[in-house]
């Protein structure tokens, strides 16, 4: 049974970085494309970014494309993102998703979900 657990949220001030983590546990990791998702108070969940199964090709959302990045190891079956020159705009729950073999932006595609973690761009 696959399970994910994010990690490395907080509270950061505008133009600060955050690194969020996802361990993923189960069977087939390097079979599914990682993604992050996020979702403020009050608004839809949204696609942030997605890296293939090898780690070669990724894709980001345009209001954070050239401040995030996101990566894969295979061998610790982990998924980063880095998250650069934050925005109060960033502020939201990042969710950690897999389950899909090719990147999806819709929500409904991935199977397996993290709890989430809480993040705040604040001064």
């Not at 696609?47 to 090898?54: L, W």
């Amino acid at each position: 049974q696959v399970q994910l657990v994010e990690s490395g949220g907080g509270l950061v001030q505008p133009g600060g970085s955050l690194r969020l983590s996802c361990q993923f546990s189960g069977p087939y990791f390097s079979h599914y494309v990682m993604s992050w998702f996020r979702q403020a108070a009050g608004k839809e969940r949204e696609f942030v970014a997605a890296v293939s199964r090898g780690g070669s090709d990724v894709y980001y959302a345009d209001s954070v494309k050239g401040r995030f990045s996101i990566s894969r190891d295979n061998a610790r079956k982990s998924a980063d993102l880095q998250m650069n020159t934050l925005k109060p705009d960033d502020t939201a729950v990042y969710y950690c998703a897999t389950g899909t073999p090719v990147p999806r932006s819709e929500p409904r595609h991935y199977a397996y979900w993290g709890q989430g973690t809480q993040v705040t761009v604040s001064s």
